[in-house]
C-alpha cells in the first residue's frame, strides 16, 4: 500500500516528527511504500495535493488543527485519513478510537476498513468536527494571535482569562433549513458534526457523522458564570435542553449576530489568522459572523482502526 505521512512539526512539542520516523520505519519493513509530508507554522512544505492523490491512505500525525488542514486537501482525491494523535485534544481520534498504537495502525492498513462520513463547509472553508460562535471561539483567536509553535492545555488559561473579562457574548440569530429558530439572543451557538468537543465538554452529544445532518446547539447565557454552568452539565452527560438550551439538526445553518461581530471557530482553528495578525473584526471579516453553513454528505474518506465500532 501507498502511505503518505502527514505530521505536523510543532505537535507534541516536537514529537510528531520523531513519530513519524519511527511509523516510516515500521510500514517499510512491512512492505509498504511510504512517503512523507510535512506541516509547518508556514503551511505546507508542498503543494499536497499530488501527495495526497498518489496515496491509497494517509496518516495524519499530530493534532486536530493538523487532521483539520489534511481534511481540506483529502476529498479531492479520495484518500481516507487515519489519526496519530499527538496534540492537545486529538477529538478526531477520540471519536474513532484511534491512539497511538504503531501494531493498530499497522493492522489499519493490512485490513483496511474504510467509511465514508460527512463533512461541512462554514463561509466556504471545510471543517469536520465543529464550529462555534462565540467566548470559546474568542479565546481560540487570542491563542492564535500569540501562538508561536507547539501548545499545552496550560497555553489557553491566559486567554481564557482574558476572554472571561471582555467576553464575546452578544445577541445571536439562528436559522435552520430557512426556518428562524432563535432570535437575537445572546449565548454560545455550536454547529457540530461529530460528538467531540474540548475537555469533554460534548454539547452535541447525539451527533453522528453519518446522518448527513448537523447538530445544532444553543446555550442561553448573558453572562461567563452563566456559560460555566452549561458546561459543567453538558460535561457531566445532564439534560440540557429542559434548562432552556435550544437542540435541533438540520443541513443548512445560518448564524447572525447583531449589535456587533462575534467570533467563531472551526476545528479549534481561528478562520483568518493563518497563524499571523488578527483579522479585523467587523461584519463578515474572516472569523467573524455572520456564518453560512452547509453539511457535505459521505465527503471524506476514514481508515478505521481494528475492532472500533464506527464501521
Not at 474504510?114 to 463561509?123: H, K, L, Y
Not at 486567554?159 to 445571536?172: D, G, K, T, V
Not at 458546561?231 to 443541513?251: C, D, F, M, V
Request: net charge positive; glycine share 8%.
Amino acid at each position: 500500500m501507498k502511505v503518505l505521512l502527514v505530521y505536523n512539526t510543532n505537535s507534541g512539542r516536537g514529537r510528531a516528527r520523531g513519530d513519524a520516523a519511527r511509523i516510516e520505519q515500521t510500514l517499510a519493513r512491512s512492505g509498504h511504500s511510504v512517503r512523507t509530508l510535512q506541516l509547518g507554522t508556514k503551511g505546507w512544505e508542498i503543494e499536497p495535493s499530488s501527495a495526497f492523490a498518489a496515496s491509497d491512505a494517509a496518516v495524519v500525525i499530530g493534532g486536530d488543527g493538523t487532521v483539520h488542514a489534511a481534511s481540506l486537501v483529502a476529498p479531492l482525491s479520495s484518500t481516507p485519513l487515519y489519526h496519530f494523535p499527538t496534540g492537545t485534544e486529538n477529538l478526531f481520534a477520540r471519536a474513532f478510537g484511534m491512539s497511538r498504537s504503531i501494531p493498530a495502525l499497522l493492522a489499519a492498513l493490512t485490513h483496511p476498513r474504510v467509511i465514508e462520513i460527512d463533512s461541512a463547509r462554514c463561509n466556504d472553508r471545510s471543517f469536520i468536527i465543529m464550529c462555534s460562535a462565540g467566548p470559546d471561539a474568542g479565546v481560540i483567536h487570542r491563542l492564535s494571535r500569540h501562538r508561536n509553535g507547539s501548545i499545552t492545555h496550560l497555553s489557553y488559561l491566559p486567554h481564557i482569562l482574558a476572554e472571561a473579562a471582555r467576553p464575546s457574548i452578544a445577541p445571536l440569530s439562528i436559522e435552520a433549513d430557512g426556518r428562524r429558530i432563535l432570535d437575537a439572543r445572546p449565548g454560545l451557538a455550536v454547529v457540530a458534526n461529530i460528538d467531540q468537543y474540548a475537555m469533554r465538554i460534548n454539547p452535541a452529544s447525539r451527533a453522528s457523522p453519518t446522518d448527513g445532518l448537523l447538530d445544532v446547539v444553543f446555550f442561553p447565557a448573558a453572562s461567563v458564570a452563566r456559560l460555566v454552568g452549561w458546561g459543567l452539565r453538558a460535561r457531566s452527560r445532564l439534560p440540557i435542553e429542559k434548562h432552556g438550551a435550544l437542540y435541533t439538526r438540520a443541513s443548512h445553518v445560518r448564524i447572525l449576530s447583531h449589535d456587533r461581530p462575534v467570533p467563531y471557530q472551526l476545528d479549534g482553528e481561528a478562520p483568518g489568522h493563518d497563524g499571523a495578525a488578527s483579522p479585523r473584526a467587523a461584519f463578515g471579516a474572516p472569523g467573524f459572523t455572520p456564518l453560512e453553513v452547509s453539511v457535505c454528505p459521505r465527503s471524506l474518506r476514514v481508515l478505521l482502526p481494528p475492532g472500533s465500532a464506527s464501521a
